[in-house]
């Protein structure tokens, strides 16, 4: 099988990497916004990923038609440290003493309360799980890699990726359930007398399986 884009990235081509970064840099940032919940953090992300890839771009192998599953291996792993680094530096921002100043914040934030707070709800749930069900889900249902890609994401058999897919969804159902009753609790009145609210949720179908 030719493979030419895969040829000039790694002969480091800057006009691939144009390419590379035009085709996907959108869906790493989505990936990046859906798995940390911080916007500023995804860019961040975002940046590191690319350069990596071309850190990388050696060890880009001739398999499938496209450069999407690698480079979303390596967004991966680029989220694994992000997410790290942030939880130590809200550690050491929780030592700090208490600032007693207002944030003023940007206009620019207040379109996106509502997609953030229902975010937040998701990503609670999300973080509920074991890492290894987490990337799958992300990769498969938020960013729609079907099972192949994902696990050349992840270095992992196909058939890993369906049991984690599996074992996720089940267990998100259950526990976004949880968070949605809890985060509605705590905002909205208590239904009247003899009614019931519902929070389930449809379950998520990944890209592959609704155009399969």
Request: net charge positive; proline share 5%; glycine share 6%.
């Amino acid at each position: 099988m030719n493979h030419p884009l895969h040829d000039r990235l790694r002969a480091g081509e800057p006009e691939a990497f144009r390419e590379l970064f035009r085709d996907h840099a959108r869906l790493v940032h989505r990936h990046a916004v859906r798995v940390t919940g911080d916007w500023a953090l995804a860019e961040d992300v975002v940046s590191l990923t690319f350069l990596e890839a071309w850190r990388l771009r050696g060890k880009l192998r001739d398999e499938g038609d496209s450069p999407r599953p690698w480079l979303m291996g390596i967004a991966v792993n680029v989220l694994r440290n992000a997410t790290r680094a942030a939880r130590r530096h809200a550690g050491a921002m929780a030592r700090l003493p208490a600032n007693d100043a207002v944030p003023d914040f940007a206009d620019e934030l207040v379109g996106r309360m509502a997609d953030s707070e229902q975010l937040a709800a998701a990503q609670r749930a999300l973080a509920r799980l074991r890492r290894s069900e987490r990337e799958v889900f992300a990769l498969c249902v938020w960013s729609g890699l079907g099972y192949a890609e994902a696990a050349a994401a992840l270095g992992v058999p196909i058939g890993t990726i369906r049991s984690r897919l599996s074992r996720a969804r089940t267990r998100l159902r259950k526990l976004a359930d949880e968070e949605l009753r809890t985060a509605r609790g705590k905002t909205e009145p208590a239904p009247p007398s003899g009614q019931t609210q519902s929070s389930r949720i449809p379950a998520a179908r990944s890209h592959e399986e609704t155009y399969r």
